[in-house]
């Protein structure tokens, strides 16, 4: 079965940076869009970024454009590169896959979740 697997959070000072790590397994990687989200103590899930199943086109919300670089490779991994961290960026940050050409903003639009992976960022 499809399965994601998130790593690399941890507890940063703001302004400092993380890199996110996903690595996906039990699906045709080259055919899946990837993404991720967020969800910070009592807000929904938001999106933050997707990047296309050919790695070519990327997407980011408005609040991590300019600081957040998300990329992908052939081994299955997926990764969300953040700078200038926030303490408005604290949560829990979730990878996502969908078999589709494109990413999508919506959390309803991608079957397979991972776990999370905790950013917690201290002012």
């Known amino acids: 079965q499809v399965q994601l697997v998130e790593s690399g959070g941890g507890l940063v000072q703001a302004g400092g940076s993380l890199r996110l790590s996903c690595v996906a397994s039990g699906l045709t990687f080259g055919t899946y869009a990837m993404g991720w989200f967020r969800q910070a103590p009592g807000k929904e899930r938001e999106f933050v970024a997707g990047?296309?199943?050919?790695?070519?086109?990327t997407y980011y919300a408005d609040s991590v454009k300019g600081r957040f670089t998300i990329s992908r490779d052939n081994a299955k991994n997926t990764y969300l590169h953040m700078n200038s961290l926030e303490p408005e960026d604290t949560a829990v940050y979730y990878c996502?896959?969908?078999?589709?050409?494109?990413?999508?903003?919506?959390?309803?639009?991608?079957?397979?979740w991972g776990k999370g992976t905790q950013v917690t960022v201290s002012s």
């Open positions: 996502v896959a969908a078999e589709v050409w494109r990413p999508s903003m919506y959390p309803e639009d991608y079957p397979y």
């Open positions: 990047i296309g199943r050919s790695g070519d086109s």
